[in-house]
């Protein structure tokens, strides 16, 4: 069974960083996907970064140039991270962690492809 959980969530002035992080076990896909998703009050889950279990990664165009996904460890013990850059206050969001299986053309971006999702944690980005 896939157990995720996410940490690092916190409240952060704009402009600054914060660093999550999602321990991952349980996943024994050799070819898998993960990636982060955000939801913000009163909107739906979107996309943010993707990870394919080669290290490719992909992102929501309008946060490429800010956030970084990564992730370290093996397929079944393993920590994806999200670095977060020049917060600004619409990145407000609880933050999931998910996992997938990889599609041929590298990560879905769409969130009803995952079928592993964790908790979440909070960022809250104030001016």
């Known amino acids: 069974q896939v157990q995720l959980v996410e940490s690092g969530g916190g409240s952060v002035q704009a402009g600054g960083s914060l660093k999550l992080s999602c321990a991952a076990s349980g996943y024994t896909y050799s070819s898998y996907c993960m990636g982060w998703f955000r939801q913000a009050a009163g909107k739906e889950r979107e996309g943010v970064a993707f990870?394919?279990?080669?290290?490719?990664?992909?992102?929501i165009d309008s946060m490429k140039d800010r956030f970084t996904i990564s992730k370290d460890g093996a397929k079944n013990t393993l920590t994806l991270y999200l670095q977060m850059n020049r917060l600004k206050r619409e990145d407000t969001a609880m933050y999931y962690c998910?996992?997938?299986?990889?599609?041929?053309?590298?990560?879905?971006?769409?969130?009803?492809?995952?079928?592993?999702w964790g908790q979440g944690t909070q960022v809250t980005v104030s001016s």
């Open positions: 998910a996992a997938g299986p990889r599609s041929g053309f590298g990560c879905y971006t769409g969130q009803s492809h995952y079928n592993s």
């Open positions: 990870i394919e279990s080669d290290g490719t990664t992909s992102y």
